[in-house]
């Protein structure tokens, strides 16, 4: 259990003690941490920990990460290096930004490489998107399934274009969760999946991640109709009037973005390409103001909303429409969201699950003409699907996706709300 109060060595009082007498730049880093960690009380840290042996372990996690030794960065003067590794911003669990520039990934950090999955046979390959300045860097992971390898004919299947959550700060398409979930979502769907790893905040504050998701999306629809430039997979297997746009709570957030901008910007998709659906799962979406369920507590809602500022820089406010769809206008629904149907799940012990029910409810009472519907499962917490692959519960809700792809209503066993 943690504590109602800090260790003495972590109180105020002793901490400064601690920064002023030490000699070791390790101990006041540690100490500056953990100063950062004073900030938020033990409510908060569960909350966006999810329990108290999450929070436990991500401290460990991240004290295993402080101490371990690293190579002196060159970037910082010697005689600035006190200043340089005071913290600027603990975004926990994920990250700390030092004020040099310097930021340290406490999770989310692991890659695994391409590979053909035994378990489901699915295929990945690794592209790099570099065909403009402004995509530098940029990469994808393409996932093929096996039934579409198996005779020479060219089997076309739907595209699902999928954005990895992470809280815009963390995990990246190469992460074996994702890699995990990908090849049995590819396999289950027989879908071709492209996994977009955009760049992070801080180091890249949004809009970036918002302009790297459309890049990729451009890409890979050119890509699937060009002719000596096409990528083979797509060009070979995708059917652009089965796209799909899915992804996880920060990147169901992106995926939901992605639909509007297809619907602002005129011209079409490239290809003639048409969104038949968007899958928002445990999506990251915050306002100012609490929706029905929604927690009141104002250091949380402090919290979320400095979080929110941290990864955009301030440029969107926790009202913009990025974050907060539910507060836009009717006509906005009806005009700009291009696609014919979205799902939307939630997790029933998720602080989000209010907002996602709330996108729904907004959705439905704008008028706007496709299909919406809410999964919801009771019981567990934020993208639990990830964390307990092999669970009943996140065998179900992935059904509920592949059923969804495939123009099905999905498992019932968990609350359908249709």
């Known amino acids: 259990m943690i504590p109602a109060s800090p260790p003495s060595i972590c109180r105020p009082g002793r901490l400064k003690l601690v920064l002023d007498r030490s000699n070791s730049a390790l101990t006041r880093k540690v100490a500056s941490v953990i100063q950062s ?29 402080l101490l371990a030794p690293r190579a002196p960065l060159p970037q910082i003067p010697p005689a600035s290096a006190a200043e340089g590794d005071d913290v600027d911003f603990f975004f926990f669990p994920f990250l700390v930004l030092y004020k040099s520039g310097r930021v340290e990934r406490f999770m989310g950090t692991d890659t695994v490489p391409a590979s053909v999955d035994p378990a489901t046979g699915v295929a990945s390959k690794d592209v790099a998107i570099d065909d403009a300045p402004s995509s530098a860097g940029l990469a994808v992971r393409i996932y093929l399934p096996t039934l579409s ?42 879908a071709l999946v492209v996994s977009v790893d955009y760049h992070l905040s801080p180091e890249h504050r949004l809009p970036t991640g918002y302009d790297d998701a459309w890049a990729a999306l451009q890409w890979a629809l050119t890509s699937a109709r060009s002719g000596s430039e096409a990528e083979p997979w797509l060009h070979r297997h995708a059917d652009l009037a089965r796209l799909f746009l899915i992804g996880d709570s920060a990147g169901g957030n992106i995926a939901h973005n992605m639909a509007m901008r297809a619907g602002r910007e005129g011209g079409g998709l490239p290809g003639g390409a048409t969104i038949e659906g ?3 799962l445990d999506p990251y979406f915050w306002g100012k ?103 009943e519960k996140a065998a179900r809700e992935m059904e509920t996706v592949v059923a969804f792809i495939n123009g099905g209503r999905g498992s019932t066993a968990s609350r359908m709300d249709a």
Request: include cysteine; charge should be positive; charged fraction near 20%.
């Open 37 to 65: 960690l004073l900030l938020y009380s033990t409510t908060e840290l569960l909350a966006m920990a999810g329990s108290v042996a999450s929070t436990l372990l991500l401290l460990l996690n991240m004290a295993g990460s």
């Open 289 to 391: 103001r609490p929706v029905p369920s929604e927690t009141r507590d104002a250091e949380l809602r402090r919290w979320r909303e400095r979080t929110w500022s941290f990864v955009c820089g301030g440029k969107f406010g926790a009202d913009d429409p990025v974050i907060n769809p539910v507060a836009m206008e009717s006509e906005e629904w009806r005009r700009h969201l291009a696609c014919a149907r979205v799902l939307v799940t939630v997790a029933g012990l998720d602080m989000l699950a209010p907002r996602g029910r709330a996108y729904v409810q907004a959705l439905r009472a704008s008028g706007w003409g496709g299909d919406v519907r809410l999964y919801e499962t009771p019981g567990e917490t934020h993208v639990y699907f990830l964390l307990k692959p092999n669970g």
């Open 278 to 280: 968007i899958a928002l």
């Open 149 to 190: 390898r198996s005779n020479g004919t060219a089997k076309k299947l739907p595209l699902v274009v999928f954005f990895h959550g992470g809280g815009f700060v963390t995990e990246s398409a190469f992460s074996p969760t994702y890699q995990r979930y990908l090849n049995a979502l590819a396999a289950k769907a027989g």
